[in-house]
Each structure stands twice: as structure tokens, then as C-alpha cells.
């Protein structure tokens, strides 16, 4: 059964019968902005950028996997491509961009992997309808479990931000853990935030 997860949560990245994951994925799913005008509502597309930051022992950011890298120097981290409208016609239940994490294959340096998202068009996070987070065992295109979700809209604290920390996967006893962040910050793009997850977040 899916965790609903809240803020600073933890949970324990594990199979039902206690075995350790090798691979998960991390799934955003987020709404085109409705505008009221003097002939009706439109829909505005919304782009968001969902990324993914490797970090190491020393909270050194050692790689990075977005949009303009798909994929991890070291293999282990694949991203699914660049959504740039969002679900233009309601929620239809899918992820709009998908990140697969190989847990197993992840360098023995990188203690930490932060999933973190941008407003690539600087559209207020407080505007969006609807974004969650899922994370689950299957690929991009296949669900096979649900290990935990994470709704982050409508959220009076967004107000104003166009970037996110949505959470940060780390090691602990040589086992992967998660932790639900959902905080916005000040930056206004992908390197700052970066920056900001090593400073605050690890």
C-alpha cells in the first residue's frame, strides 16, 4: 500500500517483504494554469523541470540530471524528457516527466540524490492546479508498485516561488532512504538550487 507522505517524512526505500529496492522511479505529474478572461477559461501551459542532483560525503554536488542531460555520467539515473505544457485537459494520472534511479548502480561516492523542480517559464508554483510526486517500482512507461506519493499543490507557502526541493533520497547503513521535503526556496533557477539542497538539505 502507497505511503501518503508528508512534510519531513522518512521512509525506508524496501519491498514488501523487506529486500532492498534496485531500482525506483520518481514520478511528477503537474496542471496547465486555468485563466479566467472575458470570453471564458483558457488553459496556459505550464513547464516545469523536474531534476535530480548527486551529491557526495562532503555535500559536493557531483552531478547533475535534467532536461539538457538525460542521463547520469555514471548510467545509473535516467530522465524521461522535457514536458513543456503540463496536463493541458485535467489530470489524466500519469507522470509528465519520470526520473529512474538504478539504486544499485549509484556510485558508492553520492550519499545523497535530491529531486528538486523549476518553474522553467518563472510561473508562480501558487498558480498550478495541481503537482504531486510519486515515487514507485516499474519504468516511465509502467507502474508495477506505488511506494509512496507526495502532493504538493495549492500550498499558501508556494506563493511566489518558482523552485522546489521535493525531497531527497540518502544513505544510511548502506540502505537508501527518502525523505519528503515539498519546501520551496528563493532561487530562480536549477544551478542556485542546486546549491541551496547542499547548504540546507543534506
Known amino acids: 500500500m502507497a505511503i501518503s507522505l508528508t512534510k519531513g517524512q ?18 511528477v505529474n503537474w496542471g496547465a494554469i486555468e485563466k479566467k478572461g472575458f470570453f471564458g477559461t483558457k488553459k496556459v501551459p505550464v513547464d516545469l523541470d523536474a531534476s ?3 551529491y557526495n560525503d562532503k555535500k559536493e554536488p557531483v552531478d547533475v540530471v535534467y532536461f539538457g542531460q538525460l542521463r ?3 548510467g545509473s539515473i535516467h530522465h524521461s524528457g522535457d514536458d513543456l505544457t503540463g496536463d493541458m485537459d485535467g489530470d489524466d494520472g500519469l507522470d509528465n516527466e519520470v526520473v529512474t534511479i538504478s539504486l544499485q548502480q549509484v556510485p558508492n561516492e553520492v550519499s545523497a540524490v535530491a529531486v528538486v523542480l523549476n518553474s522553467f517559464r518563472k510561473q508562480d508554483f501558487a498558480a498550478i492546479p495541481f503537482a504531486s510526486i510519486r515515487l514507485y517500482e516499474g519504468s516511465p512507461s509502467r507502474v508495477d508498485n506505488i511506494l509512496a506519493t507526495y502532493d504538493i499543490a495549492n500550498d499558501p507557502s508556494f506563493s511566489g516561488s518558482v523552485t522546489m526541493v521535493l525531497g531527497v533520497l540518502y544513505k544510511k547503513d548502506g540502505d537508501w532512504k527518502f525523505k519528503a521535503v515539498g519546501e520551496p526556496t528563493k532561487d530562480q533557477g536549477l544551478e542556485q538550487t542546486i546549491i541551496t539542497v547542499a547548504r540546507s538539505y543534506i
Do not use: F, P
Open 10 to 27: 522518512r521512509i525506508s526505500l524496501e519491498k514488501e517483504a523487506g529486500k532492498s529496492l534496485q531500482q525506483i522511479c520518481v514520478g
Open 52 to 54: 535530480v542532483g548527486l
Open 72 to 74: 547520469s555520467k555514471c
